[in-house]
């Protein structure tokens, strides 16, 4: 446990460290929330957005790095079982989110006066499923995809096509027909789905169920095309 | 006593035969040397020693246990610095020399190992901005932070300078000193000579002969380990 942590902490402070990380996860959401003036409703949204950028922008190709650098194979001599490895990476990311979240949430209730949100625990749960599945696509995408650079590239690839469809970016009403039907099928659409509930304090399992699922599923396939060199 | 006994050990990935029966044992307390070419089956004989390979077939027993099997239990005793690892550029020589002794359950305080390796002056610098030697230093700490009764140093002194390499040596002297066995793998045959109390010269995935300096040379009729090796590995080809 002890190693874990000192893992999982190393990685945070390494991800503070990170220019793009923390401008992507802290500054940019912020950015966006003044330019919709404080628009509460924006805000569930870029929660999910938040944790995509890093799970799937950030983490495939930091990832692929740590393998084609050999990081991973010198904490593959240490003690440290490769499982917790990973679990240190997800634990980095999913704090570094919430840390960008909470801040952009505090900032949507204190300075633009929105109401808070309906349901505070169901919306930390929202976000931790929605942390976790978006960290576990990354693996997938690290673990399909061998080199450092395409890694970082399909990450992106499929990060930013995700969050304009899946409604964390902009809302999808405002999409035309044929691309909010794409969007019933990302991944990341059950997640702002989630959130916004939660928000709103109308709470709705199903989506929750569907990311439960998820995790699941790219957990397995992550595991099963992992290479640790 | 034995703490390493490899053997028979054979590995190929695909076609390439890699490893084709490599039999040494090392005993506690002896700074054993592997020398050999470029593709003599090194690296794969060391990955096999530390548990990141599965030979396929022999067997290798360190400090009696299997590492394939029981890597993890094995990692607790055992130092490791491996042929062009690296770390995350952005990570401190202090964070990683703690991170490191976080990780084993008996480590070494980090701090002394730090001021022992000439690190303290570093300790802030990020992995990213050290020199090649300054790396190499480090990823020598931290194959000792975890206070390990065997080590396995691969291409000990690449990338230092004369001054650094001949500190090097000082300190693995010392190691030796406090009774670690030490596996020394090199292409430096002043290196070998200096520290090694026995060598094995591999060929071709094969250990064409394992002995003390002064036996190797006795042996081929020449002046030096170096010219010895070149007879040993000539002879087998």
């Known amino acids: 446990m002890r190693a874990f942590t000192a893992l999982a902490a190393a990685e945070l402070r390494l991800l503070a460290r990170d220019p793009a990380s923390l401008f992507f996860m802290v500054a940019f959401p912020l950015m966006l929330l003044v330019l919709k003036r404080g628009d509460s409703g924006a805000v569930p949204g870029y929660l999910a957005m938040i944790a995509a950028i890093g799970g799937m922008g950030a983490l495939p190709g930091l990832l692929a790095s740590y393998r084609e650098r050999k990081v991973l194979k010198r904490l593959a001599t240490t003690p440290i079982s490769p499982v917790l490895l990973l679990g240190a990476q997800l634990v980095a990311q999913v704090a570094a989110g919430l840390a960008g979240s909470a801040l952009l949430v505090v900032v949507t209730i204190a300075v633009f006066g929105a109401q808070p949100p309906g349901n505070v625990v169901l919306l930390a749960a929202a976000f931790l499923l929605c942390s976790v599945m978006v960290c576990a696509l990354g693996f997938v995408i690290a673990a399909v995809v061998r080199n450092t650079r395409g890694a970082s590239l399909i990450g992106m690839l499929v990060m930013f096509p995700m969050i304009f469809l899946s409604g964390a970016a902009v809302p999808r009403k405002v999409l035309p027909g044929s691309l909010r039907q794409i969007g019933d099928f990302l991944p990341l659409t059950p997640a702002v789905e989630a959130l916004g509930d939660a928000w709103s304090g109308t709470a709705a399992v199903f989506p929750l169920l569907i990311l439960a699922g998820i995790i699941v599923a790219a957990t397995a396939a992550g595991a099963a095309l992992f290479r640790w060199e | ?237």
């Open chain 2, 1 to 237: 006593m034995e703490v390493i006994e490899v053997t028979d050990l054979r590995k190929s990935y695909g076609d390439t035969v890699a490893v084709d029966g490599v039999t040494f044992t090392v005993r506690a307390g002896e700074t054993f040397g592997i020398v050999g070419h470029n593709g003599a089956g090194k690296t794969t004989t060391v990955e096999c020693l530390i548990g990141l390979r599965r030979g396929d077939a022999g067997t290798v027993r360190v400090l009696g246990e299997d590492p394939a099997r029981r890597r993890r239990a094995l990692a607790q005793r055992l130092g490791v610095q491996l042929q062009d690892s690296s770390l995350p550029e952005r990570l401190k020589v202090a964070e990683a020399l703690r991170l490191f002794g976080a990780l084993y359950r008996d480590a070494a305080d980090w701090r002394r190992v730090m001021d022992r390796w000439g690190l303290r002056p570093l300790a802030r610098k990020a992995f990213g901005d050290l020199s090649g030697g300054q790396r190499q230093r480090l990823m020598l700490a931290l194959a000792l932070v975890g206070d390990p009764e065997v080590v396995v140093l691969d291409e000990l002194t690449t990338g230092l300078d004369p001054i650094a390499r001949r500190e090097t040596w000082r300190l693995i002297g010392e190691l030796k000193a406090a009774g670690t066995t030490v596996v020394l793998v090199s292409h430096y045959f002043d290196e070998i000579e200096a520290l090694c109390d026995r060598v094995a010269v591999l060929a071709r995935g094969r250990v064409a002969a394992t002995g003390t300096t002064g036996e190797l040379v006795a042996r081929t009729g020449t002046a030096s380990l170096e010219e010895a090796y070149l007879a040993l590995e000539g002879a087998d080809r």
